[in-house]
């Protein structure tokens, strides 16, 4: 079974503060990808990543930023949190091919004061 | 127009009910398609794949319409612990996947 791991299950921070949200995953995947999801708009691309060092913004990288710098880490940065990124963040992995589904880790829920 | 549309529900259902969901995606041009489950406060996870020619498995069916472009999801004979809600999910070009907003289904005794 595929797993991907994030770091933090609840995440409490202040308004400015620097944030980090570790992901892992241990099946080899190339891609990995970083969603928020809040109630009534579904799961939102934040950022991807196909590759070691390689990232693609996706429908809202605002206020974010990635890291990739081991296949199986895949790290997502908040410079500066702010209290409209209070969310349910989830990362997912899943094979380089045109048909593999997502596996998801059992996300972070981040609230920021 | 969404890219995916659902209806929200929710679906509320006695057990042993069959029930079916339909979403609708705007790109024709989507090349895979999947159906997620997500309990409350969890994440999703992924219930079935759905291919061209339609799939079982067990109580679940999956079919695709091309032409009219959706997708749909039956579940067979409900137990109280399909209650949750299902995600559909269609890649739309490279590694691009698009989900849906969910249907939420409540499976009563």
């Known amino acids: 079974d595929v797993k991907v791991t994030q770091s933090s299950r609840y995440l409490v921070k202040r308004t400015g503060e620097k944030v980090f949200l570790e992901c892992v995953q241990d099946?080899?995947?190339?891609?990995m990808f970083w969603y928020r999801q809040d109630p009534g708009l579904g799961l939102r691309l934040i950022y991807f990543s196909y590759d070691v060092k390689m990232k693609e913004k996706g429908d809202i990288p605002e206020g974010y930023s990635v890291s990739r710098e081991k296949k199986e880490r895949f790290s997502l940065i908040l410079e500066s949190a702010s209290t409209n990124q209070t969310s349910m963040y989830l990362c997912a992995s899943a094979r380089g091919d045109y048909n593999s589904p997502l596996h998801f880790g059992n996300g972070t829920r981040l609230t920021v004061t | 127009r969404k890219e995916v549309e659902q209806d929200p529900g929710p679906f509320n259902v006695p057990e042993g009910a069959t029930v079916a969901f339909n979403c609708t995606y705007s790109?024709?041009?989507?090349?895979?398609f999947f159906w997620y489950r997500q309990d409350c406060r969890k994440e999703p996870k992924l219930l079935m794949s759905?291919?061209?020619s339609g799939n079982e498995d067990g109580r679940f069916t999956a079919q695709l319409n091309r032409a009219s472009q959706y997708i749909s999801l039956l579940i067979r004979d409900s137990k109280l612990s399909d209650s949750a809600t299902y995600l559909c999910?269609?890649?739309?070009?490279?590694?691009?996947?698009?989900f849906g907003t969910g249907t939420r289904l409540l499976v009563s005794p």
């Open positions: 099946m080899d995947h190339e891609n």
């Open positions: 999910v269609v890649n739309t070009g490279f590694q691009k996947l698009v």
């Open positions: 759905v291919y061209s």
């Open positions: 790109n024709s041009a989507s090349q895979s």
